[in-house]
């Protein structure tokens, strides 16, 4: 059956980095887009970014661009999320989501929290 697996997450300090890893099994991870999308306190979904199958192309919203960095690596069936100048409003529960070639965000994984904080 589909996995999505986040880690990575935790606490980092405004202006920090980090870099969360979404594992996936049980499908043909290089055949699907892949998104990452959050979800803060208290607050609805926020789609975040997403990347073609081939991981030539990739696409952010206005609140990350230019800070955040999604990439895959289809050979270890890996996406991941490059986080840099971290603020506050980035605190959030992180989900990556299997996305077809619409959009539509199918399966999502578990979550993974990410604090940033003083």
């Known amino acids: 059956q589909v996995q999505l697996v986040e880690s990575g997450g935790g606490l980092v300090q405004p202006g920090g980095s980090l870099r969360v890893s979404c594992a996936a099994s049980g499908f043909t991870f290089s055949s699907y887009y892949m998104s990452w999308v959050r979800q803060a306190p208290g607050k609805g979904l926020e789609w975040v970014t997403g990347?073609?199958?081939?991981?030539?192309?990739?696409y952010y919203a206005d609140s990350v661009k230019g800070r955040f960095t999604i990439s895959r690596d289809n050979a270890k069936n890996t996406l991941y999320l490059q986080m840099n100048s971290l603020k506050p409003e980035d605190t959030a529960l992180y989900y990556c989501?299997?996305?077809?070639?619409?959009?539509?965000?199918?399966?999502w994984g578990q979550g993974i929290q990410v604090t940033v904080s003083s």
């Open positions: 990347i073609h199958a081939g991981g030539d192309s990739t």
């Open positions: 989501a299997r996305t077809d070639s619409t959009w539509s965000l199918g399966y």
